[in-house]
Nanobody, 126 residues
Framework: QLQLVESGGGLVQPGGSLRLSCAAS????????IGWFRQAPGKEREGVSC????????NCADSVKGRFTISRDNAKNTVYLQMNSLKPEATAVYYC???????????????????WGQGTQVPVSS
């Protein structure tokens, strides 16, 4: 079975930090572009960041530039999203997804990603 599992979410205060993890089973992530997406309450799902098989990254949302960092540990078959200086508007369910036809980050469009995790919730609140 091909599966992605997100973890690391939870309540965080404004200005705080979290690191989300996306672990793969059934396939290896190191040959695919991996994207992080989020869906805030009452809003559409949007792309956050993407990392290529070579480790290069692309920011998908201006609101997270300079505060969110995507990385990968191929030995652990895991992609991470480090989130710093969190704001209440970052409250969302965060998803990771694999683009199995691309090794490089060429798109932040969710329709182009093939395999998805179930999401992990990140409430940013005092």
């Amino acid at each position: 079975q091909l599966q992605l599992v997100e973890s690391g979410g939870g309540l965080v205060q404004p200005g705080g930090s979290l690191r989300l993890s996306c672990a793969a089973s059934g396939f290896t992530l190191d040959v695919y572009a991996i994207g992080w997406f989020r869906q805030a309450p009452g809003k559409e799902r949007e792309g956050v960041s993407c990392i290529s098989s070579s480790g290069g990254s692309t920011n998908c949302a201006d609101s997270v530039k300079g505060r969110f960092t995507i990385s990968r540990d191929n030995a652990k078959n895991t992609v991470y999203l480090q989130m710093n200086s969190l704001k209440p508007e970052a409250t969302a369910v965060y998803y990771c997804a694999a683009h199995t036809s691309q090794a490089m980050c060429v798109s932040c469009r969710q329709r182009e990603y093939d395999y998805w995790g179930q999401g992990t919730q990140v409430p940013v609140s005092s």
